[in-house]
């Protein structure tokens, strides 16, 4: 479940939720900075200013929902997948068939946020 400190923030047009700002402090704790994450938790930059944070989520907006990416497990190769559907507690992939689309019998669901198991397939 995305974790109650982490700030919605919307698309501008339509109120669309796309990412969430999670706060994070400089070490001396003077300057309050924000990860921003996705959808589903993946942090898209290191901690900046809120104003960045804010940008880098305007910038990238949902795109990322239609990327390929990689799914990492304990003890099974990591796999390429695709984003099937996101809610704020779970997410859904399923293998990627290769720009043919998402072989739905294979879908896995994960709690979001994902920590590390999903990583852009770059």
Do not use: K, Q
């Not at 942090?43 to 104003?51: I, T, W």
């Amino acid at each position: 479940m995305i974790p109650a400190t982490w700030l919605p923030h919307h698309r501008e047009d339509d109120g669309e939720v796309i990412g969430y700002l999670a706060p994070s402090s400089t070490p001396d704790e003077t300057v309050e900075l924000f990860v921003p994450m996705t959808v589903f938790g993946y942090a898209m930059a290191d901690a900046v200013e809120l104003d960045d944070a804010r940008a880098a989520l305007d910038a990238v907006g949902l795109s990322l929902l239609a990327e390929p990416w990689i799914l990492h497990r304990a003890g099974i190769e990591p796999t390429r997948v695709r984003i099937a559907e996101v809610t704020p507690a779970r997410i859904v992939v399923g293998v990627d068939d290769f720009n043919v689309g998402i072989d739905y019998a294979s879908c896995i669901v994960l709690d979001v946020p994902t920590g590390r198991a999903l990583t852009p397939a770059r």
